[in-house]
């Protein structure tokens, strides 16, 4: 069952891959001293709690509904530390990576795991960052059980983004095709689709689009759909940016900044577009966000031979989704 | 947590959806007193264990890993209730469709989950066949808690094929798609995806095929990636039988009837074809199976405008597949 309980803190995960940025995608898992779930929990957002901190927390309103948590990670991990009463005993954790050691933006992970008195703590992928690793040594040395590479090889695909936009540019190229493979239509995914695509669109640092695609739809490129913050945008363009219509929403979002070029302090970088924007791109990309619905229709297909290899799929409503690379 | 163990019996058994005919699919999770997941099974072909039996068994063997378990389903049913030794006592099942009551090719479940001193059993769909029905009853007579309606709406969904093969004949098309919708080339899906449809070659009553295709492909249309039994064939095609050039494999295959209408007697009924076949049959199909490699080619699309309800998805290796309903 070890790969089972893994396989949920990494699906859980996924869910929240390109979202956590800077950060990387963890998932975790907490079960009792008898085995039985508590929780399944992953990070969802940089700024916001570990995975850890996430699965503990949910797993104490479980077996204390009558208590009622702080907000703010520093105050909810001293609340469970104070007051856990001996719950967590010998309670056993799934965390997709090496629990963080450090005093970062919260608090360190193994340090909860070790005042709640786990008995052991799986991990898929050891922590090679250099100021947040040791998670695991600082578990043993507090008597916590540590077993290494369970799923290691999907844990490291979780990781894939992190490691590259850590280390210089990540580029992902988004598209929305019907089942019968065609990007044409005025709305081709479903709203929990391009919900999901608006918050990757609030993570990043650049946007990248087609002059073209700006002519021709006149879009805003906004995050609206979760409330989300509109990206700065870079226009792949022959033209002079000067020629372009200013009535365009998407000039019009305020304190967006527009380039022409990618600058090279953007890590996290999105491509949409269609055919030809994924011919001229496809092969300085990263990585392919591919949406698809549950609807065959009578348009053209797009057909650029590619060769994807899917690292996650799962379903958005009827809707669904993989994240391949080449 | 209720609807995760329930959702978790779904999925296994929606992996043997098709296969189990005429028996309808059916999945069951087993939880120790504690709640720790024992075992995830599900009901895999006719005349084999029902999922529950299956369930059980797996369980068993987790528990008493030195104890070897007869492999015939009423020596397995006799054996597991001499020698259980009350590990099963306060355990809890979640099965898709209530227990069976009667005496078929396998002892009732009803009645090994009652022996076993099980706790309770959630169930998602009660059994409305009239033979079967009525374990829900047996086990609260024995006072075993009973909890009907879970995921209520998902059990209806798996147990559709059933319900229609039951009562008339059930017609599924196969297709097989690349990503972008093409389904032209040599092979389109992977060796997986082909051996579950090869598994259902081996359920189905009838494959219905075009005339086109068999000229086109000349193909054998048997079951030999699952080493199953070929299915017999129904020819859809303008042309006299007389017509075909017999050196295709397909009429070579010892025992195989072909037809050139559906029998009345056929109840589960595969159809596979391409664009045109789909184009003329579509109307009175009940479901699609729909493999979707991960690879984008630079051939056609299928251009038939059809709006696809899913009824689930599920990965086969890198491949894709749904089962969806209009
Ligand atoms: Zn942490
Ligand atoms: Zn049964």
């Keep these: 069952m070890k790969n089972f309980y893994m396989q949920l803190a990494l699906n859980e995960a996924w869910k929240y891959q390109f979202l956590t940025y800077p950060n990387p995608a963890v998932g975790c898992v907490i079960l009792d001293k008898n085995e039985k779930i508590l929780s399944i929990k992953a990070h969802e957002k940089a ?3 570990h995975a850890e901190l996430n699965a503990i927390s949910e797993a104490f309103k479980k077996l204390k509904p009558e208590i009622s ?17 001996g719950i967590f005993k010998d309670s056993i954790a799934f965390v997709t990576l090496e629990p963080c050691s450090h005093q970062g933006k919260t608090p360190p992970c193994a340090k909860l795991f070790s005042e709640l008195k786990f008995k052991k703590v799986f991990i898929s992928v050891k922590d090679e960052n250099k100021i947040a690793s040791n998670g695991a040594l600082y578990l043993k040395k507090q008597g916590i059980e540590v077993e290494f590479g369970i799923l290691e090889e999907e844990g490291k695909k979780l990781l894939k983004p992190f490691l590259k936009w850590q280390k210089e540019q990540f580029k992902l190229f988004k598209l929305a095709l019907s089942m019968n493979g065609s990007p044409y239509g005025k709305i081709v995914s479903n709203e929990l689709s391009r919900t999901y695509a608006h918050q990757i669109r609030s993570a990043i640092d650049l946007l990248v689009i087609g002059g073209e695609t700006i002519r021709a739809d006149r879009p805003i490129l906004d995050a609206r759909l979760c409330k989300g913050k509109a990206p700065n945008i870079c226009i792949k363009t022959h033209k002079n940016l000067e020629e372009f219509d200013k009535n365009i929403p998407l000039f019009k979002v305020p304190n967006r900044k527009i380039y022409t070029h990618i600058p090279e302090e953007a890590k996290f970088i999105m491509y949409e577009g269609g055919e030809n924007f994924l011919k001229n791109f496809k ?33 958005l409503g009827e809707d669904s989704y993989g994240i391949y690379e080449f």
Tied chains: 1, 2.
Aim: with cysteine; proline share 6%; charged share 20%.
């Design 283 to 315: 092969d300085e990309i990263d990585m392919f966000l591919i949406f698809q619905s549950s609807n065959l229709n009578n348009k053209e297909n797009i057909k650029i031979p590619l060769n994807l290899t899917p690292l996650f799929k799962a379903n």
């Design 47 to 49: 700024g916001c709690n």
């Design 69 to 85: 948590l702080p907000k703010e990670a520093n105050a909810l991990h001293e609340f469970i530390c104070k007051n856990h009463q």
